[in-house]
């Protein structure tokens, strides 16, 4: 191991970080100047636009922008509304209904939108008047909405997980993404125990109970949206077709939906959905490219052998391991955003965790999890940021109403890693995994 | 240079939004083929593969030129107050991805590209020069220094107001 190596690598990706250079960017230059230590200024160079030119070249890749631009469509359609209207359905009855009802609807929404931060601003700019009126504190109603955000991160599809498969050298996508299910509901349901424990106790009201006819009209306005999950996920199940495929299904889907049956858009508009589609994917797919790099820099360093040697220097116990590995991640996910955190640590970590035995989905769902937290603390969290916007609460004002919830993650968080059959039980199941 | 700017802004996102609407096509039609007309497709696999390196480079130029690039920008945000140092960092961080852009960029990729052409490497499938797929790693790099070098003119031009930001 090579200690030069390892401090030049890190130590400028850092400073360019901490600088503000674009993350692709410093991972790619960082990579640059650590693999010139070792290998004359062509050489290093050929390694890193080799490696990137390879990682680029990948069908699986393809899903990322065909779900992002189905997520587009949806997300221009008027679906948050029908979700909403469906999710007050299932979650109204409970003790303030409307943190409920924000909770199911960013599941929901999440899932078929496959973003976050869309999820956050679509049910939370939706939610966040109602709840004012209501009289909840618009400060807590902005944490709701924030932590229950990334669900749809973990239930799927997910585009996180296509790039977990990929970078940890072709995880069954079919598997993370059944994997995926129960830990995010696991993580939508603990944080509906504190919304309903803290309302309860505030005394926020419960919504009137609806009509036969409304539940009826509801579910059959919602089912449309829900039926692309259903879609895509018997697809992939059924071994019909493979994720990219049902990708490309997707937006052909949400296609037909948006611009026939909902009629909410225009072929005018298309262009303008497509394009803010490529730009989010080509943010995605420039930071693969580089961290392709990074990674064929850090193992040239040995830093994956480095860093599971230290850890198993303090400790043989896989518990303790896999404790501390959740904690650097948490640490990383405050200040990363989660597709450059999860490029950089899968390959640091997952070595060690397949050496500890661990199955690469379960350890996959783990690693989503935990960034999952990430993304909604501060001082560098895009649900975070989104969710105190939408519902225009400072960010300062947040943190407090926040605290609760960032607890029942984290103890779902340690339920997802210390219990794997949350995660494979259901990719066993229909996978036979 | 404006004029360059908005001309490439106009080619890149028609370029990007035309290729990814046959992106879409190609895999549905490998969908299509394979079950309702039971002929799988052999060569969509690869048009596919190819058209989105090409998209996701052309739409990562485009990209920094909307300067919407994933960053960490607490520094920013701290210095917003003081022009002068806000301005400094700006060059720097400007100065420090046209590294990027030229050397990794335009000289790597350009030379992975020339390589690729010499061995004269194919695709099994569609027999297509490979070297012209990995073209898109260069020419990416020089759109992006193009974008980059109206920032950094913007960033050394004494008045604050001379060079409008890209539209966001």
């Known amino acids: 191991m090579d200690w030069q190596i390892i401090i030049v690598l890190f ?19 960082a990579s640059l100047l650590s693999i010139l230590l070792s290998l004359p200024f062509d050489a290093a160079l050929a390694v890193i636009s080799q490696k990137m030119a390879s990682g680029l070249d990948s069908f699986a890749l393809l899903a990322i922008p065909f779900f992002i631009l189905a997520g587009n469509i949806m997300n221009q359609g008027g679906i948050a509304i029908r979700l909403i209207e469906f999710a007050k359905i299932l979650g109204g009855r409970l003790p303030g209904s409307l943190s409920h009802v ?42 709701v909405n924030i932590t229950s955000c990334p669900t749809g991160l973990l239930i799927p599809p997910s585009n996180t997980f296509i790039i977990y498969s990929l970078i940890s050298g072709g995880t069954s996508i079919g598997a993370l993404f059944l994997g995926g299910y129960i830990p995010g509901l696991l993580m939508g349901l603990s944080l509906m125990c504190v919304a309903g ?127 501390i590995i959740n904690i650097i991640l948490l640490i990383v996910g405050i200040f990363m955003d989660m597709t450059p955190a999860l490029l950089i640590f899968t390959p640091i970590f997952f070595p060690i965790a397949m050496e500890l035995g661990m199955d690469p989905v379960h350890f996959g769902i783990m690693m989503t999890f935990n960034l999952a937290i990430g993304i909604c603390t501060p001082p560098v969290g895009s649900a975070l940021f989104i969710g105190c916007s939408v519902a225009n609460v400072r960010i300062d004002k947040v943190i407090k109403p926040l605290l609760p919830f960032y607890a029942v993650l984290i103890v779902a968080l340690m339920l997802v890693t210390f219990i794997p059959q949350l995660s494979l039980m259901l990719p066993q199941f229909f996978l036979g995994y | 240079m404006n004029k360059l700017i908005t001309i490439m802004n106009k080619v890149l996102s028609l370029f990007c939004i035309s290729l990814s609407s046959v992106l879409v096509l190609c895999v549905v039609w490998q969908v299509f083929s394979r079950y309702v007309l039971n002929v799988p497709s052999t060569f969509t696999d690869e048009i596919a593969r190819f058209l989105f390196i090409w998209v996701g480079l052309m739409g990562a130029a485009y990209t920094l030129g909307q300067k919407r690039h994933l960053a960490i ?76 070098l109206r920032d950094i003119l913007e960033d050394i031009s004494p008045d604050i107001n001379s060079i409008p930001p890209a539209n966001h």
């Open chain 2, 73 to 148: 920008d607490l520094l920013a945000m701290k210095l917003e107050h003081d022009a002068i140092k806000h301005k400094r960092l700006k060059l720097l961080i400007n100065l420090i991805s046209m590294v990027f852009a030229s050397v990794i960029m335009v000289y790597g990729g350009g030379k992975l590209m020339l390589k690729t052409l010499a061995t004269g490497q194919i695709s099994p499938s569609l027999g297509m020069e490979m070297g012209l797929v990995y073209a898109a790693i260069p020419l990416c790099g020089l759109f992006m220094m193009a974008y980059l």
């Open chain 1, 102 to 143: 924000n909770i199911l609807a960013n599941m929901m929404f999440g899932s078929i939108s496959g973003s976050a931060v869309a999820s956050a601003a679509a049910v939370g700019g939706t939610m966040a008047p109602l709840q004012a009126k209501e009289g909840y504190d618009p400060a807590y109603s902005a944490a």
């Open chain 1, 197 to 323: 424990f803290i309302a309860k106790r505030r005394g926020y009201p419960v919504s009137p109970k609806s009509s036969g006819a409304e539940i009826l009209k509801k579910t059959l306005d919602a089912l449309p949206s829900l039926g692309l999950i259903i879609v895509i996920m018997g697809g992939i199940i059924g071994g019909i077709f493979t994720a990219t495929e049902a990708s490309a299904i997707a937006v052909v889907y949400t296609l037909i939906l948006a611009m026939v049956v909902y009629r909410s858009v225009s072929l005018k508009q298309l262009p303008a959905i497509i394009l803010e589609s490529v730009v989010t994917t080509s943010i995605v797919l420039l930071l693969i490219g580089a961290s392709m790099g990074m990674s064929w820099a850090m193992a040239n360093a040995d830093v994956p052998y480095m860093i599971s040697e230290t850890l198993l220097t303090i400790s043989d116990n896989p518990i303790i391991i896999l404790l």
């Open chain 1, 11 to 29: 130590g400028s990706f850092f400073l360019f970080l901490g600088i503000g250079v674009p993350i692709s960017f410093a991972i790619g230059i």
